[in-house]
């Protein structure tokens, strides 16, 4: 498949859903690397909830304080940005992802580090680092993001279009905020191209029922509605009208802000920031705190109708 893609993406591994190797001494028993299972369980436990974290493994479990596993997930942001307070950001997001897939009994998919594991990722450095980053959440301790009395969900992604997103129904704290600052970044804008017969074949599968041909591929779409910040929310697709989160993920794109015209004997998408829009922008909440803005500031900009409590 012919892809032109303008972006690399950061050094940061995502915060949430992507499956992880973790490498760690499971119910006290030294095991070697090779030996290590999977982590396919994170929960809370304790008599109010919040205090411990069972990770079920493969081979074994563990139970470790929810502080130390929230400094373990957040390793990845440290290498984004050792800023104290994007860090603090970061875990009080860590700690709301947590404690919310624990209220609403969802599978909770976060990344963790154990000391090991930083060891090899950091070096002789990995124990200031380690320590920079407990300070952040030693300084979050216990606090998440509610909205009328329930922990939110909380959602961000790499790199806003322009305005983040709002949802129309059912969602009090997500809002459209300006996010300028964003399409400063190498990464921001990428550039994809797909001949007919690949855009035709990767949505003819992706979508029961859809008759899309295999020629002429820009003249059988046609973008229905989008949002402030240019993301699809709704595109005709052939005989069939889907949402654009849909069609970004079916071919691959970074963001469902895009536009997109004929080439020869193909389509060309060019495709603004990374991830959904929704919530916070990692890549602004990062500019934000080196400007000098509390985590709470950060917060507050990018959710609406929150209040962080312990």
Not at 24 to 51: F, M, P, Q, Y
Not at 158 to 163: A, C, E, Q, R
Not at 186 to 200: C, G, H, I, L, N
Not at 209 to 230: R, S, W
Request: charged share 20%.
């Amino acid at each position: 498949m012919k892809r032109q893609v303008k972006f690399v993406f950061y050094c940061i591994v995502a915060v949430f859903f992507i499956p992880f190797m973790i490498t760690l001494i499971l119910s006290g028993v030294g095991l070697e690397k090779d030996k290590i299972g999977l982590a396919l369980i994170s929960r809370l436990t304790g008599n109010d909830g919040k205090n411990a974290v069972m990770v079920s493994y493969s081979i074994g479990s563990e139970n470790m304080d929810m502080e130390e596993y929230v400094a373990g997930m957040l390793a990845p942001a440290y290498d984004y940005c050792d800023n104290i307070e994007f860090l603090k950001t970061m875990a009080v997001l860590c700690r709301t992802y947590m404690t919310y897939c624990n209220e609403n009994n969802k599978k909770n998919e976060s990344v963790f580090y154990s000391d090991l594991q930083l060891k090899e990722r950091w070096g002789d450095e990995w124990e200031s680092k380690k320590a920079a980053i407990t300070v952040a959440v030693e300084q979050t301790k216990g606090v998440v993001i509610t909205c009328d009395g329930s922990v939110i969900y909380p959602y961000s992604h790499m790199l806003t279009s322009g305005y983040t997103r709002n949802i129309r129904e059912g969602c009090k704290y997500l809002c459209e905020v300006e996010q300028t600052q964003d399409s400063t970044q190498e990464e921001y804008v990428s550039v994809v191209d797909f001949t007919d017969k690949e855009v035709a074949a990767l949505l003819n599968n992706g979508l029961d029922g859809l008759y899309f041909d295999e020629k002429y591929a820009a003249n059988q779409l046609q973008i229905i509605e989008k949002t402030t910040g240019g993301y699809i929310m709704l595109i005709q697709v052939g005989n069939m009208v889907i949402d654009g989160d849909t069609f970004a993920q079916i071919l691959g794109l970074a963001s469902s802000s895009f536009t997109y015209k004929e080439i020869t004997d193909g389509i060309r998408f060019t495709v603004k920031g990374q991830g959904n829009g929704y919530g916070l922008s990692i890549a602004g909440a990062r500019q934000k705190a080196v400007a000098g803005e509390s985590y709470q500031e950060i917060l507050n900009y990018y959710f609406e109708n929150i209040i962080c409590i312990k």
